[in-house]
């Protein structure tokens, strides 16, 4: 596609149940990012994943958290037994990945909504 | 470790004023990209700029000009006569170049208001 989609646009959860946020990257793009943005905060980096390489994951908050990439494309963040505090739009971006082709290009996010 | 500083929380302006962002970062790495993007009410963050750390030259893109300077550890965003759709939170980015961590680290931006 043209752009970074993200799915769904909003997502109401009960505490307690698992979630899956899915992410398409730009085609072409071999980089991808996961972040999160809490109310009126910043962005808070969660997980890189570089190609085939072994995917950063340093800015994962929790073991309740994880991510995948299949295919060297499409994403899903999964989180596992939701929390208040989980409550957030996340968002995900890609990048070509390449040496002076760096930057990255953000999808709408998707808001989580914890109740 | 990267830190990047955006102390302006809030600006407002009258449209057709000039506006400048101040954002100063922290690294330890010799060469490193500097970003900035603009999240209008819409939600999605937009590219607007990237700068390498071996070139200091300074870039002009229509309204918007951006001051890089090394020596002060800062990458300043100013908008010229700026207008009503200007209104938007601008976040400030850096991030390592070549191998090892390659997250993104963002201020916490600043939200600029332009009133008509």
């Known amino acids: 596609g043209a752009g970074v989609s993200q799915s769904p646009s909003n997502k109401v959860t009960e505490k307690g149940k698992d979630v899956e946020l899915r992410c398409d990257p730009i085609?072409?793009?071999?980089?991808l990012y996961w972040y999160r943005q809490s109310l009126g905060q910043g962005l808070e980096f969660l997980i890189y994943?570089?190609?085939?390489?072994?995917?950063?994951k340093s800015g994962l908050p929790s073991d309740r958290f994880s991510a995948e990439r299949t295919g060297g494309s499409v994403s899903t963040l999964t989180i596992q037994r939701t929390q208040q505090e989980d409550s957030a739009v996340y968002l995900c971006?890609?990048?070509?990945?390449?040496?002076?082709?760096?930057?990255?290009?953000f999808g709408q996010g998707t808001r989580l909504t914890v109740v | 470790a990267q830190k990047v500083t955006q102390a302006q929380t809030e600006i407002s302006v009258v449209e057709k004023e000039d506006v400048t962002l101040d954002c100063v970062y922290e690294?330890?790495?010799?060469?490193?990209?500097l970003f900035w993007y603009k999240q209008p009410p819409s939600g999605e963050l937009v590219f607007l700029i990237r700068?390498?750390?071996?070139?200091?030259q300074n870039e002009i893109s229509g309204r918007y000009s951006w001051n890089f300077q090394k020596s002060t550890s800062s990458f300043n965003f100013t908008i010229t006569a700026s207008q009503v759709v200007d209104s938007a939170v601008y976040f400030c980015?850096?991030?390592?170049?070549?191998?090892?961590?390659?997250?993104?680290?963002f201020g916490s931006g600043t939200r600029l208001q332009v009133q008509p």
């Open positions: 971006a890609s990048s070509l990945g390449q040496a002076r082709r760096v930057e990255a290009f």
């Open positions: 085609s072409g793009h071999t980089a």
């Open positions: 994943f570089q190609g085939n390489s072994a995917p950063d």
């Open positions: 690294t330890r790495d010799t060469t490193y990209y």
């Open positions: 700068r390498n750390s071996f070139d200091e």
């Open positions: 980015a850096l991030r390592k170049m070549g191998t090892g961590r390659r997250a993104l680290t």
